[in-house]
């Protein structure tokens, strides 16, 4: 009897012991599973095509501090941003949901302003907040004019500083910015090419907001203005593209890429079009545009140096990114530089070259160097990831899927069952890619249902349209375009067709 009350509680010792050991062992997996909150910079370039990118076939000029960011991380080869346009596809980020829902789904609304996210709205900013982040925004917003219920301090948003009007922020040399509430203006700027550059401005608060947040969980994001129209870089970056002819003044200079074609703008800051944000004039566009987004990259460079002399870039998340595809205005040459690398379309086209853009996302304590994913990826994807990532649960639907499995390299990513798109000018425009399948529709507003389809697999430059040949496939995917979205009085298609006409 002794013996056997011996070997329970022998027994039961060692089942003790054994549960203890287990306990230790699953909580210390735990422990290393587990994912110390980083701090978050979001550089979203504005109008950069795919293929203005050294390390995605840029010949004219290089970018090795993008280059690098894109070595040291993962590159989204299959990224698509909100929109072909900049608003709503902030709105997208902003949101989590693709332009069929979301509440900015033009850069103009119906009655023709600039049409402001509502209060109480979940962004990604306050998402971040409740996590006990810092936020703060550097540049150019978009989603909510001063004084609006969409203005930054509004949508989770800490500090401000930079281009509240999408109309400034045509402009480099602005007569004005906004910090937080109020206006700074810029003495010695008058509206031309000359004083105070605003990016300059910007990018010395963005250094300052990490230096004074680097004991802190912050969250920095950075929509440049770079490089959207107008053409205009400061001189030590013009001269790096322009061979002077003359030594003496008045200076001549020869662009090193090249005969370069004047583009006239609107240089006089009396002119209505130029107080509307109109473009001043560059006699040089080519050799500006490789100025401009070399500064940019250097600009990239200036950030991550930034927290590698603080010691916080190891868990630091650093996305670097665009808000569509490149544009035709101001100057700009898109097909002179291949900006939309392997694809066709530009800026306000819901083809490849206007929505797939670069993607690259540095995280080194977390994220495999070198990596790549063709994981398909959009804009409203950034907020769900962010939300895992933070332990912050988000209220309502998302059209976002987190895509943090792929960033830790795991297999149990979940996968869209499609991604969907609308735009609101050149006479309305849909989009849906599902799988390898692209089908898009244009004239939506006139109350056309003819759709093209591409197989991006085989055709990723969109060049043959196969909608006689799958006629299932178009079917459904013009089921998906009436599905995907929410009527929204502000943004109609069906309902109000001629009232759109005219406003687009």
């Given at each position: 009897?002794?013996?056997?009350?011996?070997?329970?509680?022998?027994?039961?010792?060692f089942s003790a012991l054994f549960i203890m050991v287990a306990a230790s062992c699953t909580n210390s997996q735990e422990k290393e599973e587990s994912i110390e909150k980083p701090n978050i910079i979001y550089i979203l370039a504005d109008d950069l095509g795919y293929g203005d990118l050294s390390f995605l076939g840029q010949t004219k000029f290089k970018t090795p501090n993008i280059d690098k960011l894109a070595a040291q991380g993962m590159v989204f080869t299959q990224h698509y941003s909100g929109s072909t346009v900049c608003a709503p596809s902030r709105s997208a980020l902003m949101t989590g949901l693709h332009t069929g829902h979301t509440q900015v789904r033009g850069n103009r609304g119906l009655n023709g302003g600039q049409f402001p996210l509502k209060e109480g709205t979940q962004t990604l900013a306050s998402i971040l907040k409740k996590a006990g982040y810092t936020t703060g925004a550097f540049g150019k917003w978009g989603l909510g004019y001063p004084g609006s219920e969409g203005a930054p301090l509004n949508q989770?948003?800490?500090?401000?500083?930079?281009?509240?009007?999408?109309?400034?922020?045509?402009?480099?040399?602005?007569?004005e910015l906004w910090?937080?509430?109020?206006?700074?203006?810029?003495?010695?700027?008058?509206?031309?090419?000359?004083?105070?550059?605003?990016?300059?401005?910007?990018?010395?608060?963005?250094?300052?907001?990490?230096?004074?947040?680097?004991?802190?969980?912050?969250?920095?994001?950075?929509p440049t203005i770079i490089p959207h129209a107008e053409l205009f870089a400061p001189e030590e970056y013009m001269e790096k593209f322009l061979t002077k002819t003359n030594p003496e003044p008045p200076y001549q200079y020869e662009s090193?890429?090249?005969?370069?074609?004047?583009?006239?703008?609107?240089?006089?800051?009396?002119?209505?079009?130029?107080?509307?944000?109109?473009?001043?004039?560059?006699?040089?566009?080519?050799?500006?545009f490789a100025a401009m987004v070399t500064l940019l990259d250097d600009h990239v460079g200036q950030i991550v140096s930034k927290l590698e002399e603080l010691a916080i870039l190891d868990n630091t998340v650093i996305i670097f990114t665009s808000d569509n595809g490149p544009h035709?205005?101001?100057?700009?040459?898109?097909?002179?530089?291949?900006?939309?690398?392997?694809?066709?379309?530009?800026?306000?086209?819901?083809?490849?070259?206007?929505?797939?853009?670069?993607m690259i996302l540095s995280w080194p304590a977390q994220v495999e160097k070198g990596s790549q994913t063709d994981h398909i990826s959009a804009f409203w994807d950034i907020l769900p990831t962010f939300s895992e990532i933070v332990g912050v649960g988000t209220e309502g639907a998302l059209d976002g899927l987190s895509f943090l499995p792929t960033l830790l390299g795991k297999e149990e990513q979940a996968t869209h069952s499609h991604l969907y798109w609308e735009f609101h000018e050149k006479g309305g425009k849909q989009a849906v890619r599902k799988g390898k399948w692209k089908g898009i529709k244009l004239d939506v507003f006139k109350g056309n249902e003819t759709i093209q389809l591409y197989d991006l697999e085989q055709d990723p430059g969109?060049?043959?349209?196969?909608?006689?040949?799958?006629?299932?496939?178009?079917?459904?995917?013009?089921?998906?375009?009436?599905?995907?979205r929410t009527e929204d009085a502000e943004w109609p298609f069906e309902e109000t067709i001629e009232k759109n006409v005219k406003n687009n």
């Open positions: 009897m002794t013996i056997k009350n011996n070997s329970l509680t022998n027994w039961t010792l989770g948003f800490d500090v401000f500083y930079g281009f509240n009007s999408q109309t400034i922020a045509h402009n480099y040399y602005p007569r910090d937080n509430d109020k206006i700074v203006t810029l003495e010695g700027n008058q509206g031309t090419d000359e004083g105070q550059y605003a990016p300059y401005l910007i990018q010395e608060k963005r250094l300052a907001f990490i230096e004074n947040n680097k004991d802190t969980n912050f969250f920095l994001f950075a090193k890429l090249g005969p370069e074609t004047n583009y006239e703008g609107t240089d006089d800051p009396e002119h209505p079009r130029y107080k509307m944000g109109g473009y001043g004039s560059q006699p040089y566009p080519h050799a500006a035709l205005e101001g100057g700009a040459d898109p097909d002179f530089f291949n900006s939309n690398g392997p694809f066709q379309g530009y800026k306000r086209d819901l083809l490849e070259g206007g929505i797939h853009v670069p969109e060049t043959k349209d196969l909608a006689a040949d799958f006629p299932e496939v178009v079917e459904e995917l013009k089921g998906l375009m009436q599905s995907s």
